[in-house]
């Protein structure tokens, strides 16, 4: 059964549309919440609502992937061509980028929510790189993985909860790992840090290299479970 089994009927430019509009709206949230220090149970709250609403919106449609490390996976679970991967995270970055460009018109420098350098809601001065690692790799692996049982198996197919499934993880990473280390797991949302001139090169390196081998792991990891087959059960 060939990938092409598992393709939304979107032609390829309306589904690129809506990954940048989705990915746009989740950066837009973040960097919202970011730009102003606001508690992490609370940013952690807004990203998981607007995260129901466009997985829900816009996933019938286009996977709502929204996050590079999630169509990397799609691809290697053999559920996306790979032509197509490229396009998506282009369009995910580009969406990040534009929601960064907004953040930055509607809060400017001097704005009283600032105060001083903004930098990620989950980043601690001093990070330490092996936590940070190891909870982008985990968290990432469970979106990834929870999202491929719940959005590409046969049993599963056409339910009511993906959406909060998917939102559900990210609330829980930011919760758990947000005080410890960081909680991306997104390198679209990391390129959109990088952007608003927040978090450093080594710690933005290793969120994104973490990030996509979770993803990477966690396609591995369905297809050790449920084998070659790209219609299981």
């Not at 979107?10 to 919202?32: P, Q, S, W």
């Not at 919440?33 to 952690?44: D, M």
């Not at 980028?97 to 509607?106: E, G, I, K, N, W």
């Not at 690692?133 to 993906?162: C, K, M, S």
């Amino acid at each position: 059964m060939s990938a092409s089994r598992w393709r939304i009927g979107l032609n390829l430019r309306g589904r690129l549309i809506l990954e940048a509009v989705g990915t746009y709206f989740l950066m837009l949230v973040i960097a919202l919440v970011t730009i102003r220090n606001a508690p992490v149970p609370e940013a952690a709250f807004a990203i998981g609502a607007v995260l129901i609403a466009i997985v829900y919106a816009i996933g019938p449609h286009s996977w709502a992937h929204f996050n590079p490390s999630m169509s990397l996976a799609f691809w290697l679970r053999g559920t996306m061509p790979g032509r197509e991967v490229a396009p998506y995270v282009i369009a995910q970055v580009c969406g990040a980028l534009l929601a960064v460009f907004t953040q930055m018109l509607l809060v400017l420098p001097e704005s009283e929510f600032i105060q001083g350098v903004p930098k990620p809601i989950t980043s601690l001065p001093e990070t330490n790189h092996l936590s940070l690692v190891i909870g982008e790799l985990l968290f990432t692996f469970a979106l990834v993985f929870t999202t491929l049982h719940v959005a590409t198996t046969r049993l599963q197919r056409g339910n009511a909860y993906f959406g909060l499934v998917v939102a559900s993880i990210v609330v829980a990473g930011i919760l758990t790992m947000g005080p410890v280390a960081s909680a991306v797991f997104n390198p679209a949302v990391q390129i959109g840090f990088w952007a608003m001139g927040s978090g450093g090169v080594t710690d933005g390196v290793l969120i994104v290299g973490s990030s996509l081998v979770g993803g990477a792991l966690a396609a591995f990891g369905f297809r050790l479970v449920h084998g070659a087959s790209q219609d299981p059960e």
